[in-house]
Nanobody
Framework: QVQLVESGGGSVPAGGSLRLSCEAS????????TAWFRQAPGKEREFVAA????????NYADSVKGRFTMSKDSAKNLLYLQMNSLTPEDTAVYYC???????????????????WGRGTQVTVSS
């Protein structure tokens, strides 16, 4: 069973940047799909970005496209989410997730992922 631990959250002013990390307990390679989701208070968990089957073709939510970048360091079992030009609307708990059986049409569906971290809080002030 894959264990995921996020870090790197914090409080930043609008326009600032943060880089989140997610450490996996084992190598996350094909056929694993890895993803970032977020959940703001009172809202449902929302898709942010995903790397389908570790293929490198990253799928981004429209709300973060051009501002967020998902990457990985396979040698260190680390996933990253670089977040730039942050706005108060980006305030949420950010989660990394993984699953080895996803199909492409399901990458944005949180309920399809088997493995989750506990999340890291990101707060953006105006």
């Amino acid at each position: 069973q894959v264990q995921l631990v996020e870090s790197g959250g914090g409080s930043v002013p609008a326009g600032g940047s943060l880089r989140l990390s997610c450490e996996a307990s084992e190598r996350i390679v094909y056929p694993y799909t890895t993803a970032w989701f977020r959940q703001a208070p009172g809202k449902e968990r929302e898709f942010v970005a995903a790397n389908f089957r570790n293929g490198g073709n990253i799928n981004y939510a429209d709300s973060v496209k051009g501002r967020f970048t998902m990457s990985k360091d396979s040698a260190k079992n680390l996933l990253y989410l670089q977040m730039n030009s942050l706005t108060p609307e980006d305030t949420a708990v950010y989660y990394c997730a993984a699953d080895r059986r996803l199909i492409l049409s399901s990458v944005r569906l949180s309920e399809q992922y088997d493995y989750w971290g506990r999340g890291t809080q990101v707060t953006v002030s105006s």
